[in-house]
T-cell receptor, first 112, second 116 residues
Framework: DTGVSQDPRHKITKRGQNVTFRCDPI?????LYWYRQTLGQGPEFLTY????????KSRLLSDRFSAERPKGSFSTLEIQRTEQGDSAMYLC??????????FGPGTRLTVL | GNSVTQMEGPVTLSEEAFLTINCTYT??????LFWYVQYPGEGLQLLLK?????DKGSNKGFEATYRKETTSFHLEKGSVQVSDSAVYFC???????????????FGSGTQLTVLP
């Protein structure tokens, strides 16, 4: 069990650029979640996959955000035309059947 | 909707002091309750959990009891160490009425600093 991994750990980009983050869940976990955490706050739910199907999306996930999990293993989160308000820590979590979620180290995005 | 309210920090204690971090929740169903800990520069680690009323979760000397009557899940430790310095998040997991995801709803976190 190598845990949930995320790449990159840090990303600095200019406003208007596109960015993509990757999450590799724990291998036998079929559920995968994305959260966003801003400074001094708890994480907020963005979206959820069960296997390759995206079953739930938060209202926080604007049209500029898209997430995929093409083969039910790793997932990507893309943000198009980044804005300064997108600066945050993006966290990925995975879980088996049941409700305990295991988090990765996060990707910290800074939009200049 | 679901919500979690945590005791505001920061909390500063001396080593070996007693710790309590208050957490109360509002939920529409029968949630599971969690405490996660976040060390500087790292992601969240599960500290303990409880899935039904009167359950007690415990780990590494930390404890919390699921109290349905007071909708609370307060975190306690009898004797804190410098290495316990971190941000602690209370969270609940419940299936929303409109979907299937057991998304977590978090409190805003409590920063704990333990001084030697």
């Amino acid at each position: 069990d190598t845990g949930v991994s995320q790449d990159p750990r840090h990303k600095i980009t200019k406003r208007g650029q596109n960015v993509t983050f990757r999450c590799d869940p724990i291998s036998e976990h079929n559920r995968l979640y994305w959260y966003r955490q801003t400074l001094g706050q708890g994480p907020e739910f963005l979206t959820y996959f069960q296997n390759e199907a995206q079953l739930e999306k938060s209202r926080l996930l604007s049209d500029r955000f898209s997430a995929e999990r093409p083969k039910g293993s790793f997932s990507t989160l893309e943000i198009q035309r980044t804005e300064q308000g997108d600066s945050a820590m993006y966290l990925c979590a995975s879980s088996p059947i049941g409700d305990t979620q295991y988090f990765g180290p996060g990707t910290r995005l800074t939009v200049l | 909707g679901n919500s979690v309210t945590q005791m505001e920090g920061p909390v500063t204690l001396s080593e070996e002091a007693f710790l309590t971090i208050n957490c109360t929740y509002t939920a529409t169903g029968y949630p599971s309750l969690f405490w996660y800990v976040q060390y500087p520069g790292e992601g969240l680690q599960l500290l303990l959990k409880a899935t039904k009323a009167d359950d007690k979760g415990s780990n590494k000397g930390f404890e919390a009891t699921y109290r349905k009557e007071t909708t609370s899940f307060h975190l306690e430790k009898g004797s804190v160490q410098v290495s316990d310095s971190a941000v602690y998040f209370c969270a609940l997991s419940d299936v929303p009425l409109s979907g299937s995801a057991r998304q977590l709803t978090f409190g805003s976190g409590t920063q704990l600093t333990v001084l030697p």
